[in-house]
C-alpha cells in the first residue's frame, strides 16, 4: 500500500518561500513519477509539477516555472517542492501524487496518478 504524507504548508508572505516534502512508503518507487497537484479555493485541481523517480527528469506547469523547484531524495523516498517568489494566486492546498510511469503516461494530467496524499495547506498573504 502506497502511502504518501505531504509537510511543509503554511502562512507566507508574498515573495517569500516554502518546501513542501512528501513522504512515500509501501513501494519501491523507481519505476514511478511523483508530482505535485495544488487546488485553489473555487477552482479545479491543477497540476504544479513532477518528477521522475529514477532518471530526474522534471516538468513544471508555466505558472510555477522559474519560481518551484521539485526534487527527490531517493534515500529519503522523499519528494521536495522548493517554491520561491511566492504570490497570492499560489494559495491553495498542495497534494503529492504517485503513478506507475508507462510509455503513454501524462505526468500532468491528474488522473493519471493513482495514489494521493492528504494535502497540505499554503496561504500566500499579500
Known amino acids: 500500500q502506497v502511502q504518501l504524507v505531504e509537510s511543509g504548508g503554511g502562512l507566507v508572505q508574498a515573495g517569500g518561500s516554502l518546501r513542501l516534502s512528501c513522504a512515500a512508503s509501501?513501494?519501491?518507487?523507481?519505476?514511478?513519477?511523483m508530482a505535485w497537484f495544488r487546488r485553489a479555493p473555487g477552482k479545479e485541481r491543477a497540476f504544479v509539477s513532477a518528477i521522475s523517480w529514477s532518471g530526474g527528469s522534471t516538468y513544471y506547469a508555466d505558472s510555477v516555472k522559474g519560481r518551484f523547484t521539485i526534487s527527490r531524495d531517493i534515500a529519503k523516498n522523499t519528494v521536495y517542492l522548493q517554491m520561491n517568489s511566492l504570490k497570492p494566486e499560489d494559495t491553495a492546498v498542495y497534494y503529492c501524487a504517485a503513478t506507475v510511469v508507462g510509455p503513454a503516461t501524462r505526468v500532468d494530467y491528474g488522473p493519471s496518478y493513482g495514489y494521493w496524499g492528504r494535502g497540505t495547506q499554503v496561504t500566500v498573504d499579500s
Open positions: 509501501g513501494r519501491t518507487f523507481s519505476s514511478y513519477a
